[in-house]
């Protein structure tokens, strides 16, 4: 069973603070992807990452993929009130694997 | 392009009933996957259907079951409810599985 751990599980911090959220795993994934859910909404994605070692920006969030696949990180610089959410981390296993797996995701709230 | 949509958005039910909610993919999608989210555990893989075909079952009992119709549109099926079912459930659609899972906004299941 391929597991993945988020950390931290909440973190709420003042706009304008960086901050980083880590998503680890003991298991290789082919794709690792990040989603954010907002209250009543269902989680959209952001990005997902394929490469070991891949960096993705998106404006201000960078998406990483460790070399080994099995690890994945989200910095968000100078975190405003819209970044506030539930973001999700989610791996894709190898060939034959039609599902996902998710994180159980980290609670950001951003105070103004 | 219609999103993924999920009828009924909130439930209310009592322990023993049973309860269908049906979910929409996107037009051109044919996986589509159901998830039960809870503060908890987070979001817990359902099964995933492919083509009217069960590919991947999660980790739940029996009483949680479900299908797909020629159109992708999907059923899934909760019997003899448990308080323990109080959950969102979410629906999301993709093209073959394991990709991009674009999300409905979910059905919100309370049971007294």
């Known amino acids: 069973t391929q597991l993945l751990e988020q950390s931290p599980q909440f973190l709420s911090i003042q706009e304008g603070e960086n901050l980083t959220v880590y998503c680890n795993s003991s298991?290789?994934?082919?794709?690792l992807q990040w989603y954010r859910q907002e209250p009543g909404e269902g989680p959209v994605l952001l990005v997902t990452?394929?490469?070991?070692?891949e960096v993705k920006k998106l404006k201000r969030l960078t998406f990483q993929f460790g070399d080994a696949r099995k690890d994945s990180s989200l910095h968000i610089t100078a975190a405003q009130p819209g970044d506030t959410g539930l973001y999700l981390c989610?791996?894709?296993?190898?060939?034959?694997?039609?599902?996902?797996?998710f994180g159980k995701g980290t609670k950001l709230s951003v105070i103004p | 392009k219609a999103g993924v949509t999920q009828t009924p958005r909130y439930l209310i039910k009592t322990r023993g009933q049973q309860v269908t909610l049906s979910c929409s993919p996107i037009s051109g999608h044919r996986s589509v996957s159901w998830y039960q989210q809870t503060p908890g555990q987070g979001l817990q893989f359902l099964f995933e259907y492919f083509s009217e075909t069960q590919r991947n079952k999660g980790n739940f009992p029996g009483r949680f079951s479900g299908r797909q119709f020629s159109n992708s549109r999907s059923e899934m099926n909760v019997s003899t409810l448990e308080l323990g079912d109080s959950a969102l459930y979410l629906c999301?659609?993709?093209?073959?599985?394991?990709?991009?899972?674009?999300f409905g906004p979910g059905t919100r299941l309370t049971v007294l």
């Open positions: 298991s290789v994934f082919s794709s």
């Open positions: 990452v394929v490469t070991g070692g």
């Open positions: 999301a659609s993709s093209l073959w599985g394991a990709d991009t899972q674009y």
């Open positions: 989610a791996g894709a296993g190898g060939a034959g694997s039609y599902q996902l797996t």
